[in-house]
């Protein structure tokens, strides 16, 4: 394939991604049709099929790119803290729950993801990004290596509850609430 289709054809795949992202997050799963993307994207039917072989696939492919996005957000806002980790730890875990509540990761990856993959699927996907970045910052503050991935899966748990619990009070006091406890949390664990 010459230089230019390799470009265009990346292009296109973007562009699906992003019409669908914007689709799956404001309809939910249930009410994006892959004749509704390819409208979107400006793109075909059969251009929407070529790239990811099915609305589910489609789907997986845009909870993988939220969930990526999550963990990079994570890991900006631990680098630009101190060199303090503690202080890291408690910004990644501020900046995860910041980021899975706002914009499209709210509907993806909260309410239609786990319901599409199943738990085990999706707790994958989340081990695989920002659990992986999480679990690195409790080792780095001493947690005993004996409870690291108790307590890594319980904190993340708390998290992902914290983010479903701001999703259904989406005011900002709830917000500050949430941050807090999760302040409380962090002061026991990194103490």
């Given at each position: ?21 914007d ?40 909870a ?128």
């Amino acid at each position: 394939m010459p230089r230019a289709s390799a470009a265009a054809a990346a292009e296109t795949a973007r562009s699906i991604l992003t019409a669908a992202t914007d689709l799956f997050a404001e309809r939910g799963f249930a009410g994006v049709s892959l004749d509704d993307v390819a409208t979107a994207a400006d793109v075909t039917r059969g251009a929407v099929y070529h790239h990811y072989a099915s609305k589910a696939g489609l789907f997986r492919s845009v909870a993988a790119r939220l969930q990526a996005d999550v963990a990079e957000s994570v890991v900006s806002a631990a680098e630009t803290q101190s060199d303090d980790p503690r202080e890291q730890l408690r910004a990644g875990c501020h900046a995860f729950v910041d980021a899975i509540t706002h914009g499209p990761a709210v509907r993806v990856l909260l309410v239609d993801a786990p319901a599409q993959f199943g738990w085990a699927e999706w707790r994958s996907l989340d081990a695989e990004n920002s659990e992986v970045h999480l679990r690195e910052a409790l080792a780095s503050v001493g947690v005993d290596p004996d409870i690291l991935d108790a307590l890594t899966a319980q904190l993340s748990g708390a998290m992902n509850e914290a983010a479903l619990w701001i999703a259904q009070h989406p005011d900002a006091e709830s917000r500050r609430s949430a941050h807090s406890a999760l302040d409380l949390i962090l002061d026991a664990v990194a103490h």
